[in-house]
């Protein structure tokens, strides 16, 4: 699980560890940095383990032999380099500066990886992304930052396995019982569980180099053994071919034997070097048989001779295919050897890969022991003094190798001893920044830290305290930039400002630009509550809506803005039970309550449809009506004219008769002008029996009582016209 | 016995005194009472009219009362009055366009001898001063 992204960030690691083009010879590799823990001595509280070794900042340390940026202390890559903008890498990487010729899928984008420490931006694979905030990193640095310090009893015995192990190695001292003896403390280094099984990684490594070599000796061996049967087959050839010769010549037939024109083209021997004294001796014999002629003689001789010769040819062919035989064993042993060379260096140059891949995957993650480790290893079962690396890909020879030249065992261990010397150099800082009270600085330098040398152990010995600070700021600065992204400038004026804020916990924290953010902010919120203030002053209902959306917009949790919208809330609360309680009273025909709180229904219905307005508008108006027959009444009531009081009640009453008032009145003055009341209502009465006749009778006693009488006038004035009219 | 002689009845001044009575009488009816059809008819009930005027529809009655005001005038109907009757309760009154004659005019007190009609309106069919 943890491969993946250790991998990545070692990527990144190497980076930031190394200015591109700029190989440094921090140390040599017969003075690796032994394991130790922090040593925050310079400036930390705590002193160093008593007994532990110094430190590679103890160490001489070799200046830069090439020529630096000036850039190159801000973490801006050179111009030359792979990481500027447009830098087109090394000469020997014309592909890699451009992107556009990387293939699909093509490792890094053919652009080295790099971190840009001004912006905390890494480039990786095409991509970009800031390490702060980075939530991978973030939650991996917090853990760290959380985590005591790794100062148990197994882990000093694992830190001084390891020195121990590097100390065996050293080439000043090695033999091959120092070389076992490393090789069996790397077996129980793989015993802790920090470790990560990479010694066991390593150790597999090397047995496997060892298996190699063991195979080739055996090789060596059975070469050595085809080669001495070579020879012993060379000299029987020799001697058959000797035969042949003499029995070739003793038969005389105008034809010789010659072994040499008859060898074997492949045979290197004997046979085709006829200076060869070694395989031509046994030949050279035949030469004066060859030369004398031969004498002509008598018949019997003839005959005699002629057996001879026939025996002697059959010598000659058995011997001729000993010979062959033999020459046909001779190749196969020589096919044999070649075979069992070419298994031999097929068979070192695959552990050798192994070895060196086990070496780069060490690099890759950060393990700058393991690998130191390793390199004195490879020193020391690779004795021929190749330390190139054959690496299959050489997009991440690329990585390794400085301006290109090849990448070699020796510069993973330059890069190894670069890395660790800057992780000591970043933990010496975090502990000044911390001793300083400046803590933005201090997590900064360990994060950078932590990110190339995260299983160092001046990273895993910090001190739980000192990390606890810087835990405690990086909190509350990621909490501020929580605020910042959810706008709520409250809290992160708060997270700054605050009696605990930022810039009491850190000296250095830098609140510029959140500063600005808040208060550009602010401002601009305050400018459109002012504008919806106005709408609403204005009754304009959408630009009060919309200014209230931007400032929303800007500040959700603007103080100013919840005050107006809770306003507006109740407002709209208030509005809409007014608007309710209207449509009760009205149902109620209770008019004089809906009177009584006119202006708070008229707030009400402002923004309510315009039918809703106009009800409550005529509803006002008849109790203006009611009003003026009330007040109307009580001034008749008090010249002595009840009988006009009732009519004038009476008349408004008919239009109300759920009006309180008026019905109070109207029992009142009916009391008062119980007379005329009477006329009336019996009038009324038979002018519903369409009785005009009676009906007009009873109205004009009624008029006779209360002469001014509206009512019976009006009756009086339809009464006689439709009596005449019924008359005709 | 004396007493008996004062309990001596006039015959004559008796008999006299009750032909004379009986002859005004007479005389009285022959030179007043003879054709005066208001004498013989029923007075108006006013009472009765103002609740419920269908129950009086076609009758004819006798009714003295002053006159109030004009209420409205037709001359295919005739002139209806606002008239008061005794006791203050007030009746409207027609008077049809054959009593044209008679000047009728407001507080003068008349004799009506009315008829209600099919509509209940009082209408007068001769009219006098009492």
């Known amino acids: ?728 | 016995m004396a007493r008996r002689a004062r309990s001596a009845f006039p015959l004559g001044k008796t008999l006299a005194g009750l032909g004379g009575f009986v002859a005004l009488m007479v005389g009285g009816y022959l030179t007043l009472g003879k054709g005066d059809s208001f004498r013989t008819t029923s007075p108006f009930p006013i009472k009765d009219y103002l609740e419920n005027a269908n129950s009086l529809r076609g009758n004819t009655y006798r009714l003295e009362a002053m006159v109030d005001k004009t209420l409205e005038f037709s001359r295919e109907s005739g002139r209806l009055f606002s008239i008061e009757a005794a006791g203050g309760d007030m009746l409207p009154l027609l008077v049809p366009p054959a009593l044209s004659g008679t000047n009728i005019e407001r507080g003068q007190k008349l004799v009506f001898k009315v008829q209600v009609s099919e509509s209940g309106l009082v209408t007068a069919s001769e009219v006098r001063k009492p």
């Open chain 1, 1 to 728: 699980m943890r491969r993946l992204p250790i991998s990545l960030r070692g990527l990144t690691a190497l980076c930031l560890a190394l200015p591109m083009g700029a190989p440094v010879s921090a140390q040599t590799p017969d003075s690796p940095a032994p394991l130790t823990p922090a040593d925050p001595s310079s400036g930390a509280p705590k002193a160093p383990r008593p007994g532990a070794t110094p430190g590679p900042d103890a160490a001489p340390a070799a200046p830069n032999t090439l020529p630096q940026s000036p850039l190159q202390g801000l973490g801006v890559p050179p111009a030359n380099s792979p990481l500027a903008p447009g830098g087109g890498g090394t000469n020997n990487a014309p592909a890699a500066a451009d992107p556009a010729n990387a293939g699909p899928g093509a490792l890094f984008d053919n652009r080295l990886p790099g971190i840009d420490q001004a912006t905390g931006m890494i480039r990786f694979n095409g991509q970009t992304w800031d390490v702060a905030n980075n939530p991978i990193f973030a939650a991996n640095f917090e853990t760290f930052l959380n985590a005591p310090e790794e100062l148990g009893k197994e882990e000093e015995e694992y830190r001084a396995t390891l020195n121990r192990i590097l100390a065996l190695m050293d080439p000043s001292v090695l033999t091959p019982q120092s070389l076992t003896e490393a090789y069996r403390l790397l077996n129980r280094a793989a015993g802790y569980v920090g470790d990560g099984r990479q010694c066991d990684a390593l150790s597999n490594a090397i047995y496997a180099v060892w298996q190699s070599k063991r195979n080739q000796s055996r090789l060596a061996e059975a070469n050595q053994i085809l080669e001495e049967e070579n020879k012993l087959r060379n000299s029987r050839i020799a001697v058959k071919a000797g035969e042949a010769s003499r029995s070739t010549s003793g038969a005389n037939l105008g034809s010789s034997f010659n072994p040499q024109i008859n060898a074997p083209v492949g045979d290197t021997g004997a046979a085709q070097n006829p200076n060869n004294r070694n395989t031509n001796q046994p030949a050279q014999p035949n030469q004066p048989r060859q030369t004398p002629p031969a004498p002509s003689g008598a018949p019997r001789e003839d005959s005699t001779r002629r057996n001879e010769d026939a025996s002697n040819r059959r010598d000659a062919a058995i011997a001729g295919a000993g010979i062959a035989a033999e020459l046909q064993d001779k190749l196969k042993a020589t096919a044999q050897i070649k075979a069992n060379e070419a298994r031999s260096q097929i068979s070192e140059l695959s552990a050798k890969i192994e070895y060196q891949t086990v070496l780069v995957q060490l690099f890759l993650q950060r393990r700058f022991h393991h690998l130191l480790i390793g390199t004195r290893f490879y020193r020391a079962i690779f004795v021929n003094g190749d330390s190139k690396l054959n690496l299959p890909d050489n997009r991440v020879t690329q990585l390794i190798g400085n301006g290109g030249t090849p990448p070699t065992v020796a510069s993973l261990e330059l890069l190894a001893n670069e890395a660790m010397r800057r992780v000591q150099n970043g933990v010496k800082s975090f502990h000044s920044f911390v001793d300083l009270g400046e803590l933005d600085s201090a997590s900064k330098r360990l994060a950078e830290a932590y990110i190339i040398g995260e299983f160092m152990p001046e990273i895993r010995t910090l001190p739980w305290e000192r990390k606890r600070k810087v835990l405690a700021y990086t909190q509350k600065a990621n909490m501020l930039k929580a605020a910042l992204e959810t706008k709520d400038y409250t809290l992160a004026s708060e997270l700054i400002h605050g009696p605990n804020g930022l810039k009491a916990m850190a000296k250095d924290f830098d609140a510029t630009k959140p500063n600005a953010l808040i208060e550009t902010s602010r401002n601009m919120a305050r400018l459109h509550l002012a504008k919806a203030r106005n709408a609403a002053l204005s009754g304009d209902k959408p630009a009060f809506e919309l200014a209230l959306a931007e400032a929303g917009k800007i500040w959700p949790n603007n103080p100013e803005l919840i005050e107006i919208a809770t306003k507006a809330f109740n407002q709209g609360d208030v509005q809409a039970q007014a608007l309710v309680e209207l449509d009760q009273l009205i149902a109620q025909k209770n008019f004089r309550r809906i009177a009584e709180e006119a202006g708070r229904f008229l707030a009400a219905t402002h923004l309510a449809p315009a039918e809703k307005q106009a009800q409550l508008k005529a509803i006002l108006e008849d109790f203006k009506s009611i009003e003026a027959a009330l007040m109307g009444a009580k001034e008749m009531d008090r010249q002595g004219n009840p009988a006009g009081a009732w009519e004038a009640v009476e008349t408004v009453a008919q239009k109300f008769p759920d009006d309180l008032q008026l019905a109070q009145a109207r029992a009142l003055y009916t009391t008062k002008a119980a007379d005329f009341v009477r006329t009336v209502q019996n009038a009324q009465e038979h002018d519903r029996r369409s009785q005009a006749a009676t009906s007009l009778a009873w109205f004009l006693k009624a008029q006779r009582i209360y002469p001014k009488s509206q009512m019976a006038e009006e009756a009086i004035q339809r009464l006689k016209v439709r009596l005449l009219s019924q008359s005709n």
